[in-house]
């Protein structure tokens, strides 16, 4: 994959081509370095701009002719940005998400010798790794029946996926049922249901994931009774 983006010193997770457009999509991980690079460039290239847009505002980065680069000492990040005119990889180190958003459109502008351009543009996204998530239980019982709310809480969760499994043991093991459910709290019915009480909540970005688990065991004992037996519903559903 000559030209493409080689993950050396850098953990550019994803890398998208979208079809019949020069637009590439990548993840990039808070902290880490990133490279912008065209897949494939003419050899006839005779100057270079790079240029962001950072949420509104456009700056320029640098420029390149063939003899020198000059670079924008007004950008916030001028110095954690580097050029490589052998590979035309833009090299953003420490790549930030917090103090300055440095997700943005990137667009590198090619001129040709002919007086023709070419542009190329990444869409960068600075994601922070999940954070170890937990799983908080709320628990009622009644007639026979656990009523329980699983809550799988994560710092920072914006932009993230959850999503559910349950099997018998404390770690995931390839026999787990997934669940349908895939938000954050998880309502459930049980009665006494055999061995898979390990509930496993998995939160996931496009760069990283984290899981909890929960043995809903100790949680349900079945010993509440009930005169009447009325099963109430609560817009749950069993599993
Ligand atoms: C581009 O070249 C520079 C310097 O030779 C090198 O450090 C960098 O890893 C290269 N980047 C890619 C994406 O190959
Ligand atoms: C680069 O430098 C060479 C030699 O000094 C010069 O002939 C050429 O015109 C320069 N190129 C540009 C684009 O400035
Ligand atoms: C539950 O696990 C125990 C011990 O691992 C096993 O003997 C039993 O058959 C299992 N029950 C079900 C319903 O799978
Ligand atoms: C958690 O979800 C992510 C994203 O779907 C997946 O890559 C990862 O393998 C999952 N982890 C486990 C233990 O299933
Ligand atoms: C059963 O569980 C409930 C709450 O879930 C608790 O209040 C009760 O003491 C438990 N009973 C026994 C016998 O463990």
């Known amino acids: 994959m000559k030209g493409a983006l080689v993950p050396v010193l850098l953990s550019l997770l994803l890398l998208l081509q979208a079809a019949g457009c020069q637009e590439v999509k990548v993840m990039a991980a808070v902290g880490e370095t990133v490279q912008l690079q065209p897949k494939t460039w003419p ?18 980065i640098l420029r390149h002719d063939q003899n020198r680069t000059s670079a924008n000492p ?15 990889s833009l090299q953003i180190n420490s790549i930030n998400s917090v103090t300055e958003k440095e997700s ?9 010798g002919d007086g023709s351009g070419i542009t190329n543009n ?41 999503s559910w499994s349950r099997g018998e043991s404390s770690s995931p093991a390839p026999e787990d049922h997934s669940l349908h459910e895939h938000q954050a709290d998880l309502q459930l019915e049980i ?49």
């Open 43 to 60: 050899s006839s290239w005779v100057a270079i701009n790079w240029k962001v847009k950072l949420r509104l505002e456009g700056y320029w």
């Open 74 to 88: 007004l950008l916030t990040f001028a110095d954690r940005v580097s050029f490589h005119p052998g590979n035309l």
């Open 122 to 162: 990444f869409h960068l996204f600075v994601l922070d790794h999940v954070r170890q998530p937990k799983i908080k239980a709320s628990t009622s019982q009644e007639c026979g029946w656990c009523y329980l709310t699983l809550s799988c809480l994560v710092p920072k969760a914006a932009g993230v996926t959850y």
């Open 104 to 112: 943005g459109l990137y667009t590198m502008d090619l001129k040709l």
């Open 191 to 239: 009665t006494k249901s055999g061995n898979n009480t390990f509930y496993h909540c998995n939160v996931s970005n496009a760069i990283s994931w984290g899981m909890a688990t929960i043995d809903v065991k100790p949680l349900c004992n079945y010993t509440s009774k009930c005169p009447l037996c009325t099963r109430h519903t609560r817009g749950a559903r069993d599993v």
